[in-house]
C-alpha cells in the first residue's frame, strides 16, 4: 500500500504544457502500426501537434532528426517499419530528439519482443504502454494476452521504479484504469481521469503513445511531466467525451471534438492526479 496526496499542481501544469503543445504545434514522427495510423494522426491533430507516419528505411533516420519528437509503436511490426525503427530511434538518440517506445504486444510474440528489447536498448525518453507490455519488454515477465494486460499496473510499479533509477529510459508511463508515472523528477504518480470507452476503440491506447510523444517535445528536459501531462490530457478528454457517448461509435469523434476543445481551464477542475513521495533515484 503506497500513501499518495493531491496534487493540485500537477493540473496547473498540465495545462501549462497543454498550451504549450497547442503554441508549438510539434512534428511527431510515427513508425506505428498499420491499425491506429489514421486514429492516430487524428488524436494528434485534434489536440494540436502534427503527424507524419515515415517509416520507409533511408527516410526514417534523416526524418528523425528534423522532427521534434519520435513515437515507435511494435503492433505491426513487419520487416521494412521494425528496420526503419531501429534506424528512426538510433538517429533521435544521436539528434537529441526525444522518443516513445510503445511496445505493443509485448511478451508472447518473438518478433515484436525481440524488437522491443533492442529498441529499449537505445534508451528511449518514455516508455509506454500496458503494465505486461512493460513488464515484458523489462524482461520481467511474459507479457499479457495479445494487446491486452493480464495484470494491474501497481504489478508494473517496482519494475518501472528500477528501471528508471537504473537509467534504462528517462520516465515508464504505465497505462489501465488508474495510470502510473514513474520519472526520476516526479516520483510515482496515478492519473485517475480515463473511461473504459478508451478500450472499445481502435487505437485509443497507441494514440496516447503519440501524445506523449508530443508532450516531450515542449518538456524534453522533463520527460516525467511531460507523460503526466499527455497522459492527463488523453484521458481527460476521453472521459468528458463520454458523459455524451451512447457507444464506441458516437464517443470515438466526440472525444477528437473534446481534445480540440479541452481548455486550461477543464484540465484544472477536472484533473484527478496524486504523487507518492519520494522521487524516485535518478
Given at each position: 500500500m503506497h500513501t499518495a496526496a493531491p496534487a493540485p499542481d500537477w493540473a496547473r501544469r498540465t495545462a501549462e504544457l497543454l498550451e504549450a503543445v497547442r503554441a508549438r504545434s510539434p512534428l511527431v514522427h510515427c513508425i506505428t502500426n498499420t491499425v491506429v495510423q489514421n486514429v492516430t494522426a487524428n488524436v494528434l491533430l485534434a489536440l494540436g501537434a502534427?503527424?507524419?507516419?515515415?517509416?520507409?528505411?533511408?527516410?526514417?533516420?534523416?526524418?528523425?532528426?528534423?522532427?521534434?519528437?519520435?513515437?515507435?509503436?511494435?503492433?505491426?511490426?513487419?520487416?521494412?517499419?521494425?528496420?526503419?525503427?531501429?534506424?528512426?530511434?538510433?538517429?533521435?538518440?544521436?539528434?537529441?530528439?526525444?522518443?516513445?517506445?510503445?511496445?505493443?504486444?509485448v511478451g508472447s510474440l518473438p518478433v515484436r519482443t525481440a524488437l522491443a528489447r533492442d529498441l529499449l536498448a537505445l534508451g528511449p525518453t518514455v516508455l509506454r504502454g500496458n503494465a505486461s507490455e512493460v513488464l515484458a519488454v523489462l524482461g520481467a515477465s511474459a507479457g499479457g494476452r495479445g494487446v491486452d494486460s493480464t495484470v494491474g499496473t501497481d504489478d508494473?510499479?517496482?519494475?518501472?521504479v528500477d528501471a528508471v533509477a537504473a537509467s534504462r529510459v528517462a520516465a515508464v508511463a504505465v497505462s489501465g484504469p488508474v495510470d502510473l508515472l514513474v520519472a526520476p523528477g516526479t516520483g510515482v504518480v496515478r492519473v485517475a481521469n480515463g473511461t473504459e470507452l478508451l478500450t472499445r476503440i481502435t487505437g485509443g491506447g497507441c494514440a496516447l503513445g503519440a501524445v506523449v510523444a508530443a508532450f516531450t517535445a515542449v518538456s524534453s528536459e522533463d520527460p516525467g511531466a511531460a507523460?503526466?501531462?499527455?497522459?492527463?490530457?488523453?484521458?481527460?478528454?476521453?472521459?468528458?467525451?463520454?458523459?455524451?457517448?451512447?457507444?464506441?461509435?458516437?464517443?470515438?469523434?466526440?472525444?477528437?471534438?473534446?481534445?480540440?476543445?479541452?481548455?486550461?481551464?477543464?484540465?484544472?477542475?477536472t484533473a484527478?492526479?496524486?504523487?507518492?513521495?519520494p522521487a524516485v533515484a535518478a
Open positions: 502534427s503527424a507524419a507516419m515515415v517509416d520507409v528505411v533511408t527516410e526514417a533516420g534523416p526524418f528523425a532528426r528534423v522532427a521534434d519528437a519520435l513515437l515507435v509503436n511494435t503492433g505491426t511490426p513487419h520487416a521494412e517499419p521494425r528496420a526503419a525503427s531501429l534506424e528512426a530511434a538510433s538517429a533521435a538518440v544521436d539528434a537529441g530528439t526525444p522518443w516513445v517506445l510503445d511496445p505493443v504486444a508494473a510499479r517496482a519494475a518501472a507523460a503526466v501531462a499527455a497522459t492527463a490530457v488523453h484521458t481527460i478528454a476521453a472521459e468528458l467525451a463520454a458523459r455524451e457517448a451512447g457507444g464506441p461509435g458516437t464517443f470515438q469523434p466526440l472525444f477528437l471534438d473534446r481534445l480540440a476543445s479541452l481548455s486550461p481551464d477543464d484540465v484544472v477542475r484527478r492526479i496524486t504523487v507518492e513521495s
